[in-house]
């Protein structure tokens, strides 16, 4: 592979993301929303209960019907620590893996639709690359930058959960083993799978605004997996994230060895 070149469309697609309003913007409201805002509100939730008269008791019954799993991890804990712990921990993961793939699946969105939009696409076509490099180099640019905000974004979530609960918790009870394999094993899979995706539907549209109608659709079994743990439904354990992981890592793998076989640069002009 000519990785020399590669590493230039990387570059340059980074450098022209850094630069996109379009993108940047929804990337930091995500990161101050989620990252920031609401550590901050579940941790303090029981002591704002608490301050205006009511009881953190009302919402022992939704913990209830929760799974034996979760109320097994949730037991030793005080009603208010519980609430938190099953908040932060449990309830905001399956939103938390909507942020890789939400930042995958739009920066990907702009590989090639964002080049026809800029008219770049025909200098970029005629790179020293083949189509298959040329298509690596593209899902490339948006898996590492979607692992570097997930990454990131990760490190803020911990320091905000600890420091938004300290005074219910007493101790660093964040992150856990949980977490950990959802970082270190789910998220790059995931950001793979969104990443290698829209770059196929990125090649296809007209422009960025046609492909990221696309990527809101990506998000869609995050959204039923967020709601199935909130009805108790299923509880997301460590087992069931390494099972999880390894199938979005052979359907990525998949979906990588077709796109790049398929792919062909000059269906891209005709567009």
Same mark, same amino acid.
């Given at each position: 592979m000519k990785a020399r070149a590669m590493l230039a469309i990387v570059r340059k697609d980074l450098k022209v993301v850094i630069q996109n309003k379009n993108i940047v913007i929804p990337i930091i409201i995500i990161i101050a929303v989620f990252f920031i805002g609401l550590p901050w509100l579940a941790g303090l939730a029981p002591t704002i209960i608490h301050g205006l008269g009511g009881q953190v008791t009302s919402l022992e019954g939704l913990l209830t019907k929760m799974p034996a799993g979760m109320l097994q991890e +949730?037991?030793?804990?005080?009603?208010?620590?519980?609430?938190?712990?099953?908040?932060?921990?449990?309830? +905001?993961?399956? +939103?938390?893996?909507?942020?890789p793939l939400m930042t995958a699946s739009m920066l990907a969105a702009d590989s090639f639709a964002g080049e026809k939009e800029r008219k770049t696409l025909e200098a970029l076509l005629y790179t020293p690359t083949t189509d298959r490099e040329l298509f690596i180099a593209k899902m490339l640019s948006g898996w590492l930058a979607a692992i570097a905000i997930a990454l990131g974004g990760f490190l803020i979530y911990a320091i905000n959960v600890n420091a938004a609960a300290w005074s219910l918790m007493q101790r660093i009870f964040f992150p856990n083993a949980l977490w950990l394999v959802l970082v270190i094993w789910v998220v790059p899979a995931l950001s793979g799978l969104g990443v290698s995706l829209m770059v196929v539907v990125s090649a296809r549209a007209q422009g960025f605004q046609d492909a990221n109608q696309t990527a809101g659709l990506v998000v869609l079994?995050?959204?039923?997996?967020?709601?199935?743990?909130?009805?108790?439904?299923?509880?997301?354990?460590?087992?069931?994230l390494l099972l999880m992981g390894l199938i979005v890592w052979l359907m990525t793998g998949m979906l990588i060895w077709l796109g790049s076989r398929s792919f062909r640069r000059n269906r891209l002009l005709a567009g």
């Amino acid at each position: 592979m000519k990785a020399r070149a590669m590493l230039a469309i990387v570059r340059k697609d980074l450098k022209v993301v850094i630069q996109n309003k379009n993108i940047v913007i929804p990337i930091i409201i995500i990161i101050a929303v989620f990252f920031i805002g609401l550590p901050w509100l579940a941790g303090l939730a029981p002591t704002i209960i608490h301050g205006l008269g009511g009881q953190v008791t009302s919402l022992e019954g939704l913990l209830t019907k929760m799974p034996a799993g979760m109320l097994q991890e +949730l037991a030793g804990y005080t009603i208010s620590q519980k609430v938190i712990v099953f908040v932060l921990e449990y309830m +905001l993961l399956p +939103l938390f893996l909507m942020i890789p793939l939400m930042t995958a699946s739009m920066l990907a969105a702009d590989s090639f639709a964002g080049e026809k939009e800029r008219k770049t696409l025909e200098a970029l076509l005629y790179t020293p690359t083949t189509d298959r490099e040329l298509f690596i180099a593209k899902m490339l640019s948006g898996w590492l930058a979607a692992i570097a905000i997930a990454l990131g974004g990760f490190l803020i979530y911990a320091i905000n959960v600890n420091a938004a609960a300290w005074s219910l918790m007493q101790r660093i009870f964040f992150p856990n083993a949980l977490w950990l394999v959802l970082v270190i094993w789910v998220v790059p899979a995931l950001s793979g799978l969104g990443v290698s995706l829209m770059v196929v539907v990125s090649a296809r549209a007209q422009g960025f605004q046609d492909a990221n109608q696309t990527a809101g659709l990506v998000v869609l079994p995050i959204v039923a997996l967020f709601y199935a743990q909130m009805a108790g439904a299923i509880f997301i354990n460590t087992s069931i994230l390494l099972l999880m992981g390894l199938i979005v890592w052979l359907m990525t793998g998949m979906l990588i060895w077709l796109g790049s076989r398929s792919f062909r640069r000059n269906r891209l002009l005709a567009g």
